[in-house]
């Protein structure tokens, strides 16, 4: 079965430094999504990339996704404290249904 | 309305009990999901309804009961639980039924003593 995967690390920056996070993944799929995850609580979505997609932005997030290598990075540019958080891709895969892959997830700290 | 509400936020049970936690959406989605997430663990999809019918069970016991009233609701009973079975039990919702993005709500922290 498909596995979005992320490289599995714990960030710690400096406010306002750039956090990048990366995630792969192991068959076709039609979309790749990354959620945040405040302690405890419910995952946000916040981004969500198509297969024929390149980059995407959101504000300070930037997604890109390579299909040729399975594998997307999300960056976070300008961190702010709030941006603590675990961050989860979660793939959908190309002839599936509603089920999401999600990767382990990237606990990133931001430190004011 | 764009929020997922989970009921109860907390909810402490032993293994004898019978309990539920309660899912609600008002965004019109036609898909609901129940995940379970154990600490510094991604979720783990339980059960999928789609169009109100049950689409998806991943394998999950049957001290678990999934329901669908309709399609804002969503209900989770539980039953003769392990304290193996402790953990964030998370709701979704997305519109149709096709890898779209799914809204989540706050989740109910369950302990079974």
């Known amino acids: 079965s498909q596995q979005g995967e992320e490289d599995p690390q714990a960030l710690s920056i400096q406010e306002g430094e750039n956090a990048t996070m990366n995630c792969s993944y192991k068959?076709?799929?039609?979309?790749l999504q990354w959620y945040r995850q405040n302690s405890g609580r419910g995952l946000v979505h916040l981004i969500l990339?198509?297969?024929?997609?390149r980059e995407k932005h959101s504000g300070r997030l930037r997604v890109t996704l390579d299909t040729s290598k399975k594998s997307s990075s999300l960056l976070i540019t300008a961190s702010r404290a709030a941006d603590t958080a675990s961050y989860f891709c979660?793939?959908?895969?190309?002839?599936?249904?509603?089920?999401?892959?999600f990767g382990k997830g990237n606990q990133v700290v931001v430190i004011p | 309305d764009t929020e997922v509400t989970q009921t109860p936020k907390h909810l402490v049970m032993g293994m004898t009990n019978k309990k539920s936690l309660k899912c609600e959406q008002h965004?019109?989605?036609?898909?609901m999901y129940w995940y379970k997430q154990k600490a510094k663990k991604p979720p783990e999809l339980m059960f999928v309804?789609?169009?109100?019918?049950?689409?998806i069970n991943e394998s999950v016991p049957s001290r678990f009961s999934p329901e669908c009233p309709n399609s804002s609701l969503l209900n989770l009973h539980l039953h003769a639980l392990q304290p193996e079975d402790s953990a964030l039990y998370l709701c979704?919702?997305?519109?149709?039924?096709?890898?779209?993005?799914?809204?989540f709500g706050p989740g109910t922290r369950l302990t079974v003593l």
């Open positions: 990339i198509r297969s024929n997609e």
């Open positions: 965004m019109g989605h036609r898909a």
């Open positions: 979660a793939t959908a895969a190309l002839y599936g249904n509603n089920r999401l892959a």
């Open positions: 979704a919702s997305s519109q149709g039924d096709r890898a779209n993005e799914q809204f």
């Open positions: 309804y789609s169009y109100e019918k049950l689409s």
């Open positions: 068959t076709s799929i039609n979309n």
